[in-house]
């Protein structure tokens, strides 16, 4: 079965050559579309085969997107960022999935790398080369919308998914962000569509979302309570609600109000996110940031299932480790805590905080010696990352009578 990519860029150079040696025996052919270059991304992308096509940037990414659907020949179409990368793991499923004939759409779980709120997406990045598929939405665009209207006349077609990560994305990591304004960028886009669109629930949830991580608080609450209301509306029957859509308006309702520390609204939100019918990965942030807030109100027995379940989720979620750690250690669990963090430190062995805090869960057990070593990893990478905490550290050994 023949599979295209579409990569749009500018000035990408740096991202470029990871992101397609990630495809290059994976795909029959490159489809890149660049909005204004001055580096070196169009030789880098015919270096790899690439078919480069030259497009002007109208603040609109689904007409950019649109523009590379028109040159691809696949009966297949991969669609990934410069920054993003196909895991190799998951080949075996997609080429099983696109060998199919009832699927029009794959959707892919997509994680993100340096994203603390979110660690994991569910992206309509593989679809059929149909004629009618488009993508709209002028940021975080998507084919959805297409898709919908094609199933209302060809019902015999399936919307699939992929199990496990396909997709890892580096493009939220905050260096990367404030380097290419993506923040900037995304505002100008949206903002242009919602004042046309104010009714557009998806644009709410997006839009609102992004004034809530900029520390726009007021706005976004409004944006995702806007959004939140005009689902429900939608949706009374239940069966025309995008349970996607309403999960990220809960969870971000929940981020917002957690940060205005309204910590009743933020647990009513993110107890309703959970309970929904959404892809698990999905959950995971929800659960986690449930577990942080009855943690601090003292619920510690919530927050330990709430950090047990993202675990359950992500076998490899090292925060999640690391938070039910510090809880089962506020609990007197110190087997579990040990385990926790033991868990946390093998899949980040540069964890300071892991080891620390297993150190002192380690005295309080009276292991001294296993203590102790646990210590000086953790003031080892403190003097690399944090050389004020691990003086502090070292202090705190040295008034405990041991010595350093």
């Known amino acids: 079965m023949s599979l295209s990519l579409c990569v749009i860029v500018k000035n990408e150079e740096k991202s470029l050559p990871k992101c397609l040696s990630s495809v290059k025996n994976i795909v029959n052919e490159i489809v890149v579309v ?42 297949w179409v991969l669609v990934l960022d410069a920054d993003e990368t196909l895991k190799p793991e998951i080949v075996p499923q997609l080429k099983a999935a696109i060998a199919t004939d009832k699927y029009i759409l794959i959707n892919l779980i997509r994680q993100e790398l340096g994203s603390v709120q979110s660690p994991y997406s569910l992206v309509s990045r593989l679809f059929r080369n149909h ?15 297409s898709i919908t209207e094609i199933i209302k006349k060809e019902s ?31 505002i100008t886009a949206m903002r242009k569509f919602y004042q046309d669109h104010p009714d557009d629930i998806y644009v709410c ?89 009855l943690k601090v109100q003292g619920d510690l027995l919530g927050a330990k299932m709430a950090y047990e379940l993202a675990i359950g989720i992500d076998a490899n979620f090292i925060t999640g480790y690391y938070n039910l750690g510090m809880v089962c250690k506020a609990m007197g669990l110190w087997v579990e805590a040990i385990n926790a963090y033991d868990q946390a430190i093998s899949l980040n062995p540069d964890y300071a905080q892991a080891y620390q805090n297993l150190g002192v869960v380690l005295l309080k057990i009276g292991d001294v010696q296993n203590s102790l070593i646990a210590f000086e990893n953790a003031i080892a990478l403190h003097e690399q990352y944090n050389p004020q905490e691990a003086e502090r550290l070292k202090q705190g050994l040295k008034e405990m009578g041991f010595c350093y």
């Open 156 to 186: 015999y077609w399936k919307i699939g998914y992929l199990s496990n990560v396909a997709i890892i994305h580096s493009g939220y990591q905050k260096a990367v962000i404030d380097h290419q304004n993506k923040h900037g960028k995304a």
């Open 34 to 75: 660049d909005t204004g270059s001055t580096d070196k991304t169009r030789e880098i992308a015919r270096q790899f085969g690439g078919k480069v096509y030259d497009f002007q940037w109208c603040d609109d990414f689904s007409i950019a997107r649109n523009e590379a659907l028109k040159y691809v020949t696949g009966k």
């Open 131 to 145: 004629a009618n598929i488009k993508f709209s939405r002028p940021y975080h665009a998507l084919v959805d919308d």
């Open 205 to 293: 949830s997006k839009l609102g979302a992004l004034y809530v991580e900029m520390g726009e608080i007021s706005q976004g609450l409004m944006l995702l309570a806007k959004g939140l209301n005009l689902i429900l509306e939608s949706g009374d029957q239940g069966e025309n609600i995008n349970y996607d859509i309403l999960y990220e308006l809960h969870y971000h309702l929940g981020i917002a109000y957690g940060r205005l520390g309204n910590s009743i609204q933020a647990i009513h939100h993110y107890d309703a996110a959970v309970n929904l019918p959404v892809y698990g990965f999905l959950k995971l942030g929800s659960y986690n940031n449930l577990g942080n807030l």
